[in-house]
């Protein structure tokens, strides 16, 4: 399948703990491209006291990708800017004041958790989104005790308003048997509206969409899994 979606990537090089250099890259994009993806959203980590990359340095890196890309001959392969943005008390104002990027310039925002935050403060972070207009997109689902461990909370947050991205290695068992059956729930239940490869480096979390798109295929349908790597995302882009 060609066309396909990956919203959530550490692939721009240099700035967090993803790709370590340009070379590097471009190998995974160009392991994306092979497995049929042709947009991708660049999610690099902002995250107090451990990944701070200045936006200035961001942005830049941004535009030399975009040029190595034509220069390899992969001028259909589109890329986008985002952020991992990971929860804090004034994320919304970071937002307001473009100290961090909302998803390819939508209102989307891919909002990072951690893993032991409670149901409590988790619904109170969404909601403030919510409430200036922002559209969260929870990443990783999957990892955190508050939503694993209670399907229900997690479809409430969506009924609220927010959307639910899983990782791609999740769905494809690379996490261990339970997370690959939480996934499936969640796919049966209709609670999923994203896959992200969350692909960091080529030896290390190698991004594996094409894999993905397989087992969703034959567990939900080729139509369920254009739905997920290719129509929802499309609402981001809008391309």
Request: aromatic share 8%; glycine share 8%; with cysteine.
């Amino acid at each position: 399948m060609k066309g396909l979606y990956d919203i959530h990537c550490h692939i721009l090089p240099g700035v967090d703990d993803g790709a370590r250099n340009m070379e590097e890259a471009l190998w995974m994009l160009n392991k994306e491209y092979k497995d049929g993806v042709r947009h991708v959203i660049l999610t690099p980590h902002f995250r107090y006291e451990m990944f701070e990359p200045h936006m200035n340095i961001v942005t830049r890196g941004f535009m030399q990708l975009r040029r190595e890309i034509v220069n390899i001959g992969q001028g259909d392969m589109q890329i986008y800017l985002g952020c991992e943005l990971h929860s804090s008390m004034d994320m919304v104002e970071c937002l307001k004041k473009g100290r961090r990027l909302t998803m390819a310039g939508s209102r989307y925002v891919l909002v990072e958790f951690s893993n032991n935050d409670e149901k409590s403060y988790i619904e109170e972070r969404i909601r403030s989104l919510l409430m200036y207009g922002f559209i969260p997109i929870i990443a990783h689902a999957e990892r955190y005790s508050a939503t694993r461990n209670d399907v229900r909370f997690l479809s409430e947050l969506r009924e609220a308003g927010a959307y639910i991205q899983i990782n791609a290695d999740t769905i494809s068992g690379h996490s261990g048997f339970g997370a690959k059956m939480y996934a499936k729930k969640l796919m049966k239940q209709g609670l999923l509206d994203f896959v992200g490869s969350d692909g960091h480096r080529q030896n290390e979390r190698i991004p594996e969409i094409g894999r993905c798109v397989e087992k969703v295929e034959k567990t939900m349908g080729t139509e369920y899994a254009k739905k997920i790597f290719i129509k929802n995302p499309r609402k981001i882009t809008g391309r």
